[in-house]
């Protein structure tokens, strides 16, 4: 596609429930990343995938979260048990690794309401 | 490791006013400084960038930043706010210009007044 989208553009849920959310992200694009922007917080990085090699999952805040990128393309963002403290707006971004133009390309966000 | 200060979660001018957003950032090798900016209800994008060379650098939309390594700031400028200036900025620091993995600061809103 012409840019990075995001599914859902707005979820609510009740605490305790599981999310999906998906990113996908700009056609060629080697290089995916996921935010969180919270209130206050700015922008909080949660996890990385290059290619065919490990994720960097260094920013995932417990182990309720989880993230996986099938095919090397479309991308979910997957929060188990969900608590109000995930309300937050995540960001997914998509670059050309190897370019050398260190430009993110970001996707509008998918805003997250835990009840 | 890498962190970035943005002093003034909100800032106000007039328009036509000088714009000067706030970035400091502490890093332990040279780093790369990008500045993006989020218009309300969209992604962030890329207003400018500094990787080597030159450290005033030039972005769109008028905007300027100065990287200054003996201050550890990489300050952002427009000479004269426009109406459509209005959004979030933010300030960002990487080490590992391959990777492209960013640390953001938490933004600063800035509203312009008519």
């Known amino acids: 596609g012409a840019g990075v989208s995001q599914s859902p553009s707005n979820k609510v849920t009740e605490k305790g429930k599981d999310v999906e959310l998906r990113c996908d992200p700009i056609s060629g694009h080697t290089a995916l990343y996921w935010y969180r922007q919270s209130l206050g917080q700015g922008l909080e990085f949660l996890i990385y995938?290059?290619?065919?090699?490990?994720?960097?999952k260094s920013g995932l805040p417990s182990d309720r979260f989880s993230a996986e990128r099938t095919g090397g393309s479309v991308s979910t963002l997957t929060i188990q048990r969900t608590q109000q403290e995930d309300s937050a707006v995540y960001l997914c971004?998509?670059?050309?690794?190897?370019?050398?133009?260190?430009?993110?390309?970001f996707g509008e966000g998918s805003r997250l309401t835990v009840l | 490791a890498q962190s970035v200060t943005q002093l003034g979660s909100h800032v106000s001018v007039s328009e036509g006013a000088l714009v000067l957003l706030r970035c400091n950032y502490s890093s332990s090798v040279p780093p790369y400084l990008f500045w993006y900016v989020q218009y309300p209800n969209q992604g962030l994008q890329l207003l400018l960038k500094?990787?080597?060379?030159?450290?005033l650098v030039k972005g769109i939309n008028g905007f300027e930043a100065e990287f200054k390594k003996s201050e550890t700031s990489f300050h952002l400028t427009k000479p004269s706010a426009h109406m459509s200036d209005a959004a979030e900025y933010f300030c960002a620091v990487s080490e590992d210009f391959g990777n492209e993995k960013l640390t953001f600061g938490t933004g600063t809103r800035l509203t312009i007044i008519p």
């Open positions: 971004a998509s670059s050309l690794r190897g370019m050398n133009t260190g430009e993110l390309f």
């Open positions: 500094y990787t080597t060379g030159a450290t």
């Open positions: 995938f290059q290619g065919n090699s490990a994720p960097d």
